[in-house]
C-alpha cells in the first residue's frame, strides 16, 4: 500500500512542485492551504491531488484537519512541512502582529503538524519527515529577523526531534532553499533580480522549485532511512556550509 503524505501549504510554489513530485512518485498526497481558494481549486482539478485548508498556525485545526486525512486516505506517514509566510520590515518598525503572524505560522506550525501525527509514526515504527527552512534562517537577513528567528528556530526543532525519534523509525530533515523561481520572487523586477540577486549567486540562476521537490523525495524515501537530523542546502552556492 502507497505510503500517505501530507504537505502544508502544498497547492502553490515550491509547495505544489513537492506535492506533484511526490504523487508521481507513487505516493498518496494531500496538500494543505491556507486562504487561496482559486489557487487550491485549481490545483486539484490539474493535478488531482485532494486539498484541505485549514490554519497551520492553529493546533487545533491542525489536529482536525490531519485526523480528517487519515480518515479519508489512510495513516500518515510523510509530513512536509512547507507552509510559511513573510511580512518583511526592519526590527525597530516590527509591530508585534507581523513578528507573532510569522513565528506562528513559520515555526509554531511545526509542532502543530507533527505533534498530531508523530505518536502513530512511532507505534508504526516508521515516519519521514521534513521541514522547508530557508537559506536565510542559515545566515540571516535584513529586514526578515521575524522570519529568519522561525527558519533558524525548524532547524533546531528538526535536529532534536531527530535524536528523539531516530530509534523508533523516523527521520526528520530540513532542506533550505535559497532563491527560488516562484511567483512571488519572479514578481521582483527584473533588473532588480539581474543587477542584486542573480550576482550573489555562483550559479547565476534561480533554483526551479522542482529542484526542491526532488530532493524531498529523495528525504522521504525507504533507501534514505540513514539520513536524519540533516540540512540540505538548494542555493546555488550562494551560501555554503
Not at 112 to 119: A, D, K, L, S, Y
Amino acid at each position: 500500500m502507497a505510503r500517505v503524505a501530507v504537505v502544508s501549504g502544498g497547492s502553490r510554489g515550491i509547495g505544489a512542485a513537492i506535492s506533484k513530485a511526490l504523487k508521481a512518485a507513487g505516493y498518496v498526497v494531500a496538500a494543505t492551504y491556507a486562504g487561496n481558494d482559486e489557487a487550491a481549486a485549481k490545483f486539484k482539478a490539474e493535478t488531482g491531488v485532494p486539498v484541505y485548508k485549514w490554519d497551520v498556525s492553529n493546533y487545533k485545526e491542525c489536529a482536525e484537519g490531519l485526523k480528517k486525512v487519515a480518515e479519508d486516505r489512510g495513516p500518515i506517514d510523510i509530513l512536509i512541512n512547507n507552509a510559511g509566510i513573510t511580512r518583511d520590515t526592519m526590527f525597530h518598525k516590527m509591530t508585534p502582529d507581523q513578528w507573532y503572524d510569522v513565528i506562528n505560522t513559520n515555526l509554531n506550525s511545526l509542532f502543530n503538524m507533527t505533534r498530531p501525527v508523530i505518536e502513530g509514526m512511532r507505534e508504526r515504527g516508521f515516519g519521514r519527515i521534513v521541514n522547508i527552512s530557508s537559506i536565510n534562517g542559515q545566515k540571516g537577513q535584513m529586514g526578515q529577523t521575524n522570519y529568519t528567528s522561525s527558519k533558524a528556530g525548524d532547524i533546531g526543532f528538526t535536529k532534536s526531534l531527530a535524536q528523539e525519534n531516530a530509534g523508533k523509525g523516523i527521520t526528520v530533515n530540513a532542506v533550505c532553499p535559497g532563491y527560488i523561481a516562484t511567483d512571488m520572487v519572479k514578481a521582483v523586477p527584473k533588473e532588480v533580480l539581474e543587477k542584486s540577486v542573480l550576482p550573489l549567486i555562483p550559479l547565476r540562476r534561480l533554483g526551479e522549485p522542482e529542484e526542491v521537490a526532488r530532493t524531498v523525495v529523495f528525504l522521504v524515501a525507504e533507501e534514505s532511512g540513514f539520513i536524519t537530523g540533516s540540512t540540505l542546502s538548494i542555493n546555488g552556492g550562494q551560501y555554503m556550509i
